[in-house]
């Protein structure tokens, strides 16, 4: 399960190294924790791993439980689409969320909220979680 997560967590960071090459991307973006002017190892705290394990808890089990439900149960779409649209209300909460203070964080947040949502679906819980948390310490000590 480490080494999936560590290889899962390789395409998000990219994404994420490619959005901090240009200067409109915020600080807030590149380390995913906020608060930079403590050092990274004050930032990397077990508090850290309860709220990672806490917001997954949130976006991925609730909100796409609950969108699934609605779209597959009550509104009676197909499967794929139930996940799909659910997914998508996942990651728009998720950015959300994430009080993105200009369009590119706004994307940013987005398309890693569809992404924890797909690998929720295709993988499960614990593959999102630690993904998750390999991308927040790998972005507060190469990009922090």
Known sequence: MLMESCVWTVPLFLFALLMTA??????EVATACGN???SWQARL????????????SLFRMTFIAA?????????RLPDHW???GSAVVSAVAFMLYHHAA???ESAFFLVAGLYFA??????GFGIVVAVHALYDVLALVIMG
């Open 67 to 75: 969108a699934h439900f609605v779209l597959a149960d009550m509104l």
């Open 118 to 123: 797909g690998l929720y679906i295709l993988r």
């Open 82 to 84: 139930a996940k799909i």
């Open 45 to 56: 705290t077990p508090s850290r791993s309860a709220r990672v394990y806490t917001k997954n």
């Open 22 to 27: 240009g200067p409109a991307l915020q600080p």
């Open 102 to 104: 200009t369009p590119v």
């Open 36 to 38: 930079r002017e403590r």
